[in-house]
């Protein structure tokens, strides 16, 4: 199992340019998860899919960012237009069904925007 | 609304001294209460995680943590700590009537001196 894997590991852009990150979950797990995490604000979840749907993307920080599961093997997080603020490490999680089972965590993709 | 209060945003200590990193929890219903642990440019890794039965869980490596009810807490603890152990934990918290969605804590960064 190569667990979860998250593309690209660094990512440096400038002020305004789109932005994707790309993630594929382990095999059989039907929830993933985005995570953003920042020095000032730690570890906050973005958004949820649950079977590919999107369930609560309460955590979206704003309409520049969007979030898309088309099959169950590829999620990505899309960032348009992307400002310094965005600068954070992304992770990509999945589990099988509830929390209780424990989230695998993806490496992470390391975004600054200039 | 739930959340989780690590209030050590670092703990030095020497090899092989014992080692209690704190955590505390706040929530209106039952959880489930998780340590995870995130070594240097990677993602989180699940330690141990508590879901019902005995309060006290141990972890693979010999961390162990003890869930208290009444003091709303999940202590991590470590009878003697290696170099190999330095890293940044988190405790985590899931409600069991909501149970996809981790909280996580802010963080505690182990260090540990020869």
């Known amino acids: 199992d190569a667990g979860v894997i998250q593309s690209p590991r660094h990512e440096v852009t400038e002020m305004g340019q789109e932005v994707t990150l790309r993630c594929k979950p382990i095999?059989?797990?039907?929830?993933l998860f985005w995570y953003r995490q920042t020095m000032m604000r730690g570890l906050e979840l973005l958004i949820y899919?649950?079977?590919?749907?999107?369930?609560?993307d309460s955590g979206m920080p704003e309409d520049r960012f969007s979030a898309k599961m088309p099959n169950a093997s590829f999620s990505t997080l899309k960032i348009q237009p992307s400002e310094p603020r965005d600068s954070a490490v992304y992770f990509c999680?999945?589990?099988?069904?509830?929390?209780?089972?424990?989230?695998?965590f993806g490496s992470g993709t390391r975004l600054t925007v200039v | 609304a739930q959340s989780v209060t690590q209030l050590d945003s670092q703990v030095p200590v020497f090899e092989e001294a014992p080692v209690e990193l704190r955590c505390n929890y706040s929530?209106?219903?039952?959880?489930?209460l998780f340590w995870y642990v995130q070594y240097p440019n990677q993602g989180l890794q699940l330690l141990l995680k508590?879901?019902?039965?005995?309060?006290l869980v141990e972890s693979i490596n010999g961390f162990e943590a003890e869930f208290n009810k009444s003091q709303t807490s999940f202590h991590l603890r470590k009878p003697s700590v290696h170099i190999s152990d330095t890293a940044e934990y988190f405790c985590?918290?899931?409600?069991?009537?909501?149970?996809?969605?981790?909280?996580f804590g802010s963080g505690t960064r182990l260090l540990v001196r020869p």
């Open positions: 899919f649950n079977n590919n749907v999107p369930i609560d």
């Open positions: 929530s209106s219903v039952s959880v489930y």
């Open positions: 508590y879901l019902s039965g005995s309060t």
């Open positions: 985590a918290v899931s409600e069991m009537d909501s149970s996809y969605k981790l909280i």
């Open positions: 095999s059989g797990h039907n929830s």
């Open positions: 999680a999945s589990s099988r069904g509830q929390a209780w089972g424990g989230y695998t």
